[in-house]
């Protein structure tokens, strides 16, 4: 309660790209659930089910694609075209908001950054997400549709 509110404020920016890091911030919540009242000898995976809770990196996973749809639909008070270069209504396969990289003069390392981070999960989604309905993307991007995009499977 007290914990994940901290560790997770403004994870879009911050997201941890190495999985020994993945793994250390992991490793709070590891530790409170075990010392709840009879979950001690339960494993991270039991514990996780019985309290209903997703991991941390599935919950940033979460809010790095809800924080691109917002981008994308012009629900936040940011360019789109800071972030990506969109093609929308293209007969491809996934759905039809696919997003690209803009163009960069630097050679820098992006791989932590949040473009980098999010194009190819944004870009895969499956057709049967609705994007035209806040709550219908919020409501589909359910653990096993995400699942696949964790670097470390806690679940």
Known sequence: MYARPILEYSSVTWNPYL????KALESVQ????????????LT??????ILELDSLE???????LLFTYKLVFGLID??????FVPRFNETRRGQDYKLYFPACKTNI???NSFNYRVIQKWNSLPNSIDLHHLKDFINLCSTEVLLPYCKVFFI
């Open 44 to 49: 991270y995976h039991q514990r996780l089910r």
């Open 19 to 22: 999985i020994k890091d993945i």
């Open 58 to 64: 599935l919950r940033r996973v979460r809010a790095d």
């Open 78 to 83: 940011a360019s789109l075209y800071d972030f």
């Open 109 to 111: 390392r992006r791989s």
């Open 30 to 41: 590891r530790r409170s659930t075990k010392r709840l009242q009879g979950m001690e000898k």
